[in-house]
């Protein structure tokens, strides 16, 4: 898990589409850079988030959310670059 100097989450969308997800009165943008959708997320909110499902074909349900990983943060920081 990957956090920033205030102690936020990064989260990563498995879909590059920007959406804004709210939890707890909370916006938050997921934005696409360097084809990473990821947004900073307060600690309180990001079991929330991470519940999300998304409808699959055949009506399987899976998580829309995960935790972006060292090098999804640099590179979606960086806009693609190292």
Excluded at 23 to 32: N, R, S, W
Excluded at 52 to 77: H, L, M
């Amino acid at each position: 898990m990957v956090t920033n100097d205030d102690g936020w989450v990064a989260l990563k969308r498995y879909q590059t589409i920007n959406k804004i997800v709210t939890v707890g009165g909370e916006d938050y943008l997921f934005f696409t850079k360097a084809n990473i959708c990821m947004a900073w997320i307060r600690p309180e909110h990001v079991e929330p988030i991470l519940n999300i499902k998304k409808v699959c074909c055949g009506g399987s349900k899976k998580p829309q959310f995960r935790y972006a990983n060292e090098t999804d943060v640099r590179r979606w920081s960086a806009g693609g670059g190292r």
